[in-house]
């Protein structure tokens, strides 16, 4: 790999596909129960046994998907090849699940079980070689940061899109509708973004390295102890910012009494992550990738533990809060896949080890947001909120939406403290054959 800083026209090229994977992802989670519940009739809890089946066949599929793309990485076209095998499958299955024909429940049933299917096995067949590649593109420990903050800015952006365009689209008309115009829209997006990123991104030597079976490519990253610190961190940071983004649209209706302001509480968070994406570049250089995210560990605590003081018609001061704590998130997404290109370096010598490494980092991310969701709801429900109530919703869901993060945040803040990824900074020794940075 190369040491020389990207260009930026290479850099933004790179990036480019971000911002359509992140417009495929917010509809899929959002606005497919609704979709195939409310409009298209199937019962609601046939439509939440399919996406839980279809998202545990997804996190399940990643390592071995990264094992597959390790092996893609040492041939002709290497992990682009991989990407644009994955395209066909994310757009047709994209279009699938919004432009339904009509059938009969049980059909239907079967329809959106399908498409989620091939939703989820194209975005991760992408993705997973689209970071691996982000982290080949440069062995310098800053440029690594400089290229995950791009891919970040884009994601963010895409994440605006899709929230903003299903309305727009829609005119006025049922929301299926928009969901029909962005399904379409999309997939020209998805071409601009991948032709962008394959033609416009220099390419990274090819490693010459022999095939790895799966269980070594399942073992190789776990006996890391890197990147066993690096997840148990990401693990306990992760769940501390997915229970709020779980929990934001309850806290906005009950503690705030201001569910007419989501959109602009949402805006504020993307937009002041994607502006503060320069900002923990910058920081990185200064503190280094750990202390960067030490700092923005605590920007999130503080936002978070003034959320917890707020109650009704307090919409400034929350406002206040989604672009303190949106300027923290950025952090999560520019500096820990960083962090992760770095640790890889122990194994990227003797083997192309990226697709391994981020195979598991997505199966991660996933178990994050289905821990979030499977402790903060059951929790609150136990302590007997129930939405639209706002009647208690101070106790217990002002609780359960800033003061736990908080205390999960500070656990992290101690795991990030005490780990030593930092090291790899200035102990060439610790990775033979790995060269400083």
């Given at each position: 790999?190369s040491?020389?800083?990207l260009?930026r026209?290479g850099?933004?090229?790179?990036a480019a596909l971000a911002?359509?994977?992140a417009m495929?992802a917010?509809?899929?989670?959002?606005?497919?129960p609704?979709?195939?519940?409310d409009?298209l009739?199937?019962?609601?809890?046939?439509?939440?046994?399919?996406?839980?089946?279809?998202?545990?066949?997804d996190?399940v599929q990643?390592?071995l998907?990264g094992w597959w793309s390790?092996?893609?990485?040492?041939?002709?076209?290497?992990r682009?090849?991989?990407?644009?095998?994955?395209l066909?499958?994310?757009g047709?299955?994209?279009l699938?699940?919004?432009?339904?024909?009509?059938?009969?429940?049980?059909a239907l049933?079967?329809?959106?079980?399908?498409?989620l299917?091939?939703v989820?096995?194209?975005?991760s067949?992408a993705s997973?070689s689209y970071y691996?590649?982000?982290?080949?593109?440069s062995?310098?420990y800053?440029e690594?940061?400089?290229?995950?903050a791009?891919r970040?800015?884009?994601?963010?952006?895409?994440?605006?899109?899709a929230?903003?365009?299903?309305?727009?689209?829609?005119?006025g008309?049922?929301?299926a509708a928009?969901?029909r115009g962005?399904s379409?829209?999309?997939?020209?997006?998805?071409l601009?973004?991948a032709?962008?990123m394959?033609?416009g991104?220099?390419?990274p030597?090819?490693?010459?390295?022999?095939?790895?079976?799966?269980?070594?490519?399942?073992?190789?990253?776990l006996a890391?102890?890197?990147f066993?610190?690096?997840?148990?961190v990401?693990?306990v940071?992760?769940v501390?910012?997915?229970?709020?983004?779980?929990?934001?649209?309850?806290?906005?209706?009950d503690?705030?009494?201001?569910?007419?302001?989501?959109?602009v509480?949402?805006?504020l968070?993307?937009?002041?992550?994607?502006?503060g994406m320069p900002l923990w570049?910058a920081?990185a250089?200064r503190l280094?990738k750990k202390?960067?995210?030490l700092?923005?560990?605590?920007?999130s605590?503080?936002a978070?533990?003034s959320?917890?003081?707020?109650g009704?018609?307090d919409?400034?001061a929350f406002?206040l809060?989604?672009a303190?704590?949106?300027?923290?998130y950025?952090?999560?997404l520019?500096?820990?896949?960083?962090?992760?290109a770095?640790?890889?370096?122990r194994d990227?010598?003797?083997?192309?080890?990226?697709?391994?490494?981020?195979g598991?980092?997505?199966?991660?991310?996933k178990?994050?947001?289905?821990l979030?969701?499977?402790l903060?709801?059951?929790?609150?429900?136990a302590?007997?909120?129930?939405?639209?109530?706002?009647?208690g919703?101070?106790?217990t869901?002002?609780?359960?939406?800033?003061a736990?993060?908080?205390a999960?945040?500070?656990v992290a803040?101690?795991?990030?403290?005490a780990a030593?990824i930092?090291?790899?900074?200035?102990q060439?020794?610790v990775?033979?054959g790995?060269?400083?940075?």
């Amino acid at each position: 790999m190369s040491a020389v800083a990207l260009s930026r026209a290479g850099l933004w090229s790179y990036a480019a596909l971000a911002l359509p994977l992140a417009m495929a992802a917010l509809p899929v989670y959002v606005h497919v129960p609704k979709l195939y519940a409310d409009d298209l009739g199937l019962s609601l809890g046939l439509v939440g046994g399919i996406l839980l089946a279809a998202r545990l066949l997804d996190a399940v599929q990643d390592p071995l998907l990264g094992w597959w793309s390790d092996r893609a990485a040492g041939t002709g076209g290497g992990r682009q090849r991989f990407v644009v095998a994955a395209l066909p499958l994310l757009g047709l299955g994209v279009l699938g699940l919004f432009n339904p024909p009509v059938l009969g429940a049980g059909a239907l049933a079967v329809w959106l079980a399908g498409c989620l299917v091939v939703v989820y096995l194209g975005f991760s067949m992408a993705s997973i070689s689209y970071y691996a590649l982000g982290a080949e593109l440069s062995a310098d420990y800053h440029e690594r940061t400089r290229v995950t903050a791009a891919r970040g800015s884009l994601a963010v952006a895409g994440v605006l899109v899709a929230a903003a365009l299903p309305a727009l689209l829609a005119g006025g008309q049922p929301e299926a509708a928009g969901l029909r115009g962005f399904s379409l829209l999309f997939v020209p997006v998805l071409l601009v973004g991948a032709g962008l990123m394959l033609f416009g991104t220099p390419r990274p030597p090819q490693a010459a390295a022999a095939p790895v079976g799966l269980r070594d490519s399942l073992a190789g990253p776990l006996a890391n102890g890197g990147f066993r610190w690096l997840v148990a961190v990401f693990v306990v940071s992760g769940v501390a910012s997915a229970i709020p983004a779980t929990l934001i649209l309850f806290y906005v209706q009950d503690v705030l009494g201001r569910s007419d302001l989501n959109g602009v509480f949402l805006g504020l968070y993307f937009l002041f992550g994607a502006a503060g994406m320069p900002l923990w570049v910058a920081a990185a250089r200064r503190l280094g990738k750990k202390g960067a995210w030490l700092a923005s560990m605590a920007m999130s605590i503080v936002a978070f533990a003034s959320a917890f003081a707020l109650g009704p018609g307090d919409a400034v001061a929350f406002g206040l809060v989604c672009a303190l704590s949106g300027i923290a998130y950025g952090a999560e997404l520019a500096l820990p896949a960083s962090i992760l290109a770095d640790v890889a370096d122990r194994d990227r010598a003797a083997a192309p080890p990226d697709g391994a490494y981020f195979g598991l980092w997505q199966f991660t991310e996933k178990l994050n947001l289905a821990l979030a969701a499977g402790l903060a709801l059951p929790v609150l429900g136990a302590l007997g909120y129930q939405p639209g109530s706002p009647q208690g919703a101070m106790g217990t869901l002002s609780f359960m939406y800033a003061a736990a993060p908080c205390a999960l945040k500070l656990v992290a803040v101690g795991l990030l403290w005490a780990a030593p990824i930092e090291r790899l900074r200035w102990q060439p020794n610790v990775y033979p054959g790995v060269s400083s940075p």
